[in-house]
């Protein structure tokens, strides 16, 4: 049986990450499929966690990889929640979906960040538009189901050797 250790893991979910994230721009600039406010936090948190994965591989610390573990956890999970409430919106009926609303960058120039968060998370008509799907899922089903491996290797991690 493949034995992987931490290090390797931790890049594997980086890569994996970065992965997830050049097939969202694809879909973005090669499909001209535009993200809606949701979508661009799902983003936030799968580059999150890939980003703290490369820098818990690359410090690889004796003491303190809970921590680094704990921070691509709630990562992943967040982008999960986001992803879940995405595909509660687009389960909405058509007279229940909230009114589509001012663009991202809008909110981020007129109003503080905690209300721009709190509007994003309440979702919008653009949110519940299922714009693409494949095999019958839209993308915020294809987040969370890529989401699952990143989880399960996550939780290999402290079992894995240190080398």
């Known amino acids: 049986m ?10 594997g979910l980086s890569f994996i990450s970065f992965a997830m994230i050049g097939v969202a721009l694809i879909m973005e600039y090669g499909f001209g499929l535009e993200p809606c406010p949701l979508c661009i936090l ?11 994965a490369l820098l818990a591989a690359l410090h690889h610390p004796e003491r303190g990889m809970t921590l680094y573990i704990g921070a691509i956890g709630l990562s992943y999970l967040s982008t999960c929640g986001l992803a879940a409430r995405q595909l509660w919106l ?23 960040i905690f209300d721009v968060l709190a ?3 309440s979702g919008d008509g653009s949110c519940a ?13 294809w987040v969370l ?14 079992k894995a050797s240190r080398s």
């Open 129 to 141: 538009e299922v714009a693409w799907s494949f095999l019958g899922l839209s993308i915020p089903a």
């Open 2 to 11: 493949l034995r992987l250790t931490q290090r390797q893991l931790l890049i």
């Open 42 to 52: 799902q983003r936030v948190g799968i580059v999150a966690g890939g980003v703290i």
């Open 90 to 112: 687009q389960s909405l009926p058509a007279d229940q979906v909230p009114a589509c609303g001012p663009s991202l960058d809008y909110l981020l120039d007129v109003l503080p």
């Open 145 to 158: 189901i890529g989401c699952i491996p990143l989880l399960v290797i996550l939780i290999s991690v402290p």
């Open 119 to 121: 509007l994003v998370l």
